[in-house]
């Protein structure tokens, strides 16, 4: 396969796993990788082998039932394939032990889909977000310069609040 085609053929693999994603198709999602793995730079997590994925899944999925993504762009690249996409979803289960809020969110993520070579099988799709966006989106963080957010922070971070207004008033 010359360079054009493997372009191609990741491309459609790429399409495919967001589009069974969608449909909430875990095996057909699953398929698409040669090796199942899933890095969420944002939190740092790793979801490395089937097993985990899956749990990944079943756990995104309870939480947001309707979670979906939406392609912008595909950026085809030497080894992988970047996705710009908008992702969404209601918060109707549990997340990570906090209930759900019924509130939506809306964020835009960057997707890096790396294969190995001559090959169009997934090898690792490392997710690029902003969980702070999401997080509040839900209600569960404020922005920090809001007046709730200030509270929050002070509250929850008061020595470290504590020391930049004595480093602040310092400088005066």
Not at 38 to 67: H, M
Not at 98 to 104: H, V
Not at 112 to 131: K, M, Q
Not at 152 to 169: C, D, F, N, Y
């Amino acid at each position: 396969m010359n360079d054009d085609d493997l372009d191609v053929a990741r491309a459609a693999v790429v399409r495919e796993h967001m589009e069974s994603e969608n449909r909430h198709e875990l095996d057909t999602t699953i398929a698409t990788f040669s090796h199942p793995r899933y890095e969420l730079v944002a939190t740092g997590e790793v979801f490395d082998g089937e097993a985990e994925v899956r749990r990944y899944f079943a756990d995104t999925r309870t939480a947001f039932p309707d979670q979906r993504n939406r392609l912008l762009a595909l950026h085809p690249s030497d080894d992988c394939v970047i996705a710009e996409l908008i992702l969404e979803g209601t918060h109707r289960g549990r997340l990570r032990g906090l209930p759900p809020t019924g509130r939506a969110f809306s964020a835009q993520v960057s997707a890096v889909f790396f294969f190995g070579t001559s090959s169009d099988r997934i090898l690792c799709e490392r997710v690029y977000f902003d969980a702070g966006t999401i997080l509040r989106q839900l209600g569960l963080a404020s922005d920090p310069r809001s007046r709730r957010g200030r509270i929050e922070t002070a509250l929850a971070h008061p020595l470290t609040v504590g020391r930049a207004l004595l480093g602040r008033g310092k400088q005066r």
